[in-house]
């Protein structure tokens, strides 16, 4: 089941920079998402012309929302909440760290080779490739910051 273990003292900067980041990802992707997922507000087919394997916006559309979007509103809450989840104790015990350490780590990595693709693939660069590519750089910089491998440390057995 879920139980909560968050501590009462005080979080480290850089453990709120998190959260926040998450949360920016999260809900800017699920909102973005709708731009590939609604046929009338889709970008045109023809920048799709040299992405291999991917034909319409349907998939991208998805990854966006329940990778980046969802993923990263869960990770927002673990890293906030700190809910021990059974399950991923395997990632526990080989990390040392809670799981959402992990989840925000794969997130940041996620989105910057997120963004590597957009900028191989699609035809015209934005200035969004930047920002998301900047958030992606930061989640991978900020689960190294000693304070964030502190706070969410877990006890090992």
């Not at 009462?8 to 709708?34: D, E, H, Q, T």
């Not at 760290?97 to 963004?115: K, N, P």
């Not at 015209?124 to 900020?142: D, N």
């Amino acid at each position: 089941m879920v139980a909560t273990s968050v501590s009462k003292s005080r979080r480290p900067a850089a453990v709120v920079a998190l959260i926040v980041v998450l949360a920016f990802l999260g809900i800017s992707a699920a909102a973005g998402s709708s731009a590939l997922l609604v046929p009338d507000w889709t970008p045109p087919n023809d920048w799709l012309d040299g992405v291999p394997v991917i034909d319409s916006w349907l998939v991208p559309g998805l990854v966006l929302l329940l990778v980046f979007g969802v993923g990263s509103l869960v990770a927002t809450w673990g890293v906030w909440k700190r809910p021990t989840l059974g399950w991923l104790g395997w990632l526990e015990r080989a990390t040392g760290r809670h799981w959402s350490w992990a989840a925000a780590l794969a997130l940041g990595i996620g989105q910057v080779a997120w963004i590597t693709l957009e900028l191989v693939f699609l035809p015209e660069p934005s200035a969004l490739q930047a920002v998301y590519g900047v958030v992606g750089l930061t989640l991978c910089i900020l689960a190294f910051v000693p304070g964030v491998r502190r706070d969410l440390r877990v006890p090992l057995p």
